[in-house]
T-cell receptor, first 111, second 112 residues
Framework: DSGVTQTPKHLITATGQRVTLRCSPR?????VYWYQQSLDQGLQFLIQ???????AKGNILERFSAQQFPDLHSELNLSSLELGDSALYFC??????????FGPGTRLTVL | AQKITQTQPGMFVQEKEAVTLDCTYD???????LFWYKQPSSGEMIFLIY??????QNATEGRYSLNFQKARKSANLVISASQLGDSAMYFC?????????FGKGTHLIIQP
């Protein structure tokens, strides 16, 4: 158990819908990272937050957004969902700037 | 061009043998970090080992060691005395500045 929690574990929704994925980092970790793992794109970095501030952006679509709250949990919002957004979404946390601890992931299926 | 290359899509290894999983990387940044992760069929990503570009010695963590050859831009993972539970996908990743860039992975299957 990495200490990083993600909810929900599975999510099934329809095209055009909006969903929110939640991540709670390990206690005391200030950095939160979001990654997407899909069959065609592999593992891709989406976005990083550090102590509430956006720190870095990767291949994140404009339909996706994220935030980190004062209690350091983070949410990834995915809107206008398309079939191609079906993937495993990981959150990772770290006390500093290195993703050592990944959560179990949220498996999103868009029908 | 790929930044992380894992040339072995799949490997079959006998239990108790040592395994070397290949990883080469491409960067012009003098400061970078290299990671290996294990992803079992259950899906979670498990951190195994880290090597910083300025680290003088090869990283080791229990049965895992990283064969870091900087001039060759190579960061192979060595698993000693493989076990059935080592069967999984293994990903090499590099951090330059923002986020990790992952390779496509190697599917390792340990046979009894």
């Amino acid at each position: 158990d990495s200490g990083v929690t993600q909810t929900p574990k599975h999510l099934i929704t329809a095209t055009g819908q909006r969903v929110t994925l939640r991540c709670s980092p390990r206690s005391g970790d200030l950095s939160v990272y979001w990654y997407q793992q899909s069959l065609d794109q592999g593992l891709q970095f989406l976005i990083q937050y550090y102590n509430g501030e956006e720190r870095a952006k990767g291949n994140i679509l404009e339909r996706f957004s994220a935030q980190q709250f004062p209690d350091l949990h983070s949410e990834l919002n995915l809107s206008s969902l398309e079939l191609g957004d079906s993937a495993l979404y990981f959150c990772a946390s770290s006390p500093r700037l290195a993703e050592k601890f990944f959560g179990p992931g949220t498996r999103l299926t868009v029908l | 061009a790929q930044k992380i290359t894992q040339t072995q899509p799949g490997m079959f290894v006998q239990e108790k043998e040592a395994v070397t999983l290949d990883c080469t990387y491409d960067t012009s940044d003098p400061s970078y970090g290299l990671f290996w992760y294990k992803q079992p069929s259950s899906g979670e990503m498990i951190f195994l080992i880290y090597q910083g570009s300025y680290d003088q010695q090869n990283a080791t963590e229990g049965r895992y060691s990283l064969n870091f050859q900087k001039a060759r831009k190579s960061a192979n993972l060595v698993i000693s005395a493989s076990q059935l539970g080592d069967s999984a996908m293994y990903f090499c990743a590099m951090r330059e500045s923002d986020g990790l860039t992952f390779g496509k992975g190697t599917h390792l299957i340990i046979q009894p």
